[in-house]
């Protein structure tokens, strides 16, 4: 199986940054897909970034220009660096790895944005 650390969540106020960072670990593979999806309070999850093994990258309308996602394949690490953050942006974020269509997830980290 795989196993997925996230850290880096907290309390911020609106125009501030944060870093997600995700560790992987198990049966990871060498092909997959790694991202970030949050959850805000009686919304759906939805996708806010991810990246491939090679570096492609996808982002949400609502997070372009001031989000950016990276990865260190040889850490099997995931990073989210979340600038310009607004109040909107509050959700508990979900960590995600796609291996061969097969979804794994983290236990997520608050991110809390003060306006």
């Known amino acids: 199986q795989v196993q997925l650390v996230e850290s880096g969540g907290g309390l911020v106020q609106a125009g501030g940054s944060l870093r997600l960072s995700c560790a992987a670990s198990?049966?990871?593979?060498?092909?997959?897909?790694m991202g970030w999806y949050r959850q805000a309070p009686g919304k759906q999850r939805e996708l806010v970034a991810r990246i491939t093994r090679g570096g492609s990258t996808n982002y949400a309308d609502s997070v372009k220009g001031r989000f950016t996602v990276s990865r260190d394949n040889a850490k099997n690490t995931v990073y989210l660096q979340m600038n310009s953050l607004k109040p909107e942006d509050t959700a508990v974020y979900y960590c995600?790895?796609?291996?061969?269509?097969?979804?794994?997830w983290g236990k997520g980290t608050l991110v809390t944005v003060s306006s």
């Open positions: 995600n790895l796609d291996r061969y269509g097969v979804d794994f």
């Open positions: 198990g049966s990871i593979f060498s092909i997959n897909v």
